[in-house]
């Protein structure tokens, strides 16, 4: 677990002074070692300039490819956004933003899976409209936490949209746990 120590450099935890030099020499470690999670921090770490490190896009994009076609969840979700808004140096590429967001969401990424239904539910990303496919994704996205697809879920409730039924019930549970995740500092 060489990028948890280099989490715990980068937050100065586990009884650790907070380094960023010692953050980015296990985060390294661990990348170069083949460690998805460890790639997508750096990934993240070159696109946001942190660790010490300058702004590089092109290591960026390097590091989420690497930690994407290694299964991160977080870095298929990442070059799916970076294709949908032609971001990262990346050209828009609609049919490459919507490969890499299902792989995220269905590698268990819930913003990836509320995108996804966010696409099916406006036919964004060349997508034909699909209500039964949005729904599909806004509850696993909801079920996962993102209160984005649980506030959706409470609306689709209460109004009958997505093709369903109103059901008031079910409408004030998606609106409770969304409330909840805001009062305890969820997403």
Do not use: C, P, S
């Amino acid at each position: 677990m060489q990028w948890r120590l280099g989490v715990a450099y980068e937050g100065g935890e586990l009884g650790l002074m907070a380094d960023m030099e010692k953050a980015l020499k296990w985060h390294l470690e661990a990348a170069e070692g083949g460690d998805e999670n460890a790639q997508w921090r750096l990934g993240d770490a070159y696109e946001r300039g942190r660790l010490g490190l300058k702004i590089d896009l092109q290591l960026a994009l390097m590091w989420y490819r690497k930690a994407a076609m290694g299964g991160d969840a977080g870095a298929q979700r990442r070059l799916g956004e970076a294709y949908k808004f032609g971001d990262l140096g990346l050209a828009i590429d609609l049919q490459l933003a919507l490969m890499w967001y299902q792989k995220a969401a269905e590698g268990g990424d819930h913003d990836a899976q509320r995108r996804l239904a966010d696409a099916y539910e406006d036919g964004e990303l060349d997508l034909t409209i699909d209500e039964k496919e949005a729904l599909k994704w806004f509850e696993k996205a909801a079920e996962g936490g993102n209160v984005d697809a649980q506030d959706r879920l409470g609306w689709a409730y209460e109004q009958g949209e997505l093709g369903l039924v109103i059901d008031m019930e079910k409408a004030q549970k998606w609106y409770q746990k969304y409330n909840e995740a805001h009062r305890g500092g969820g997403r």
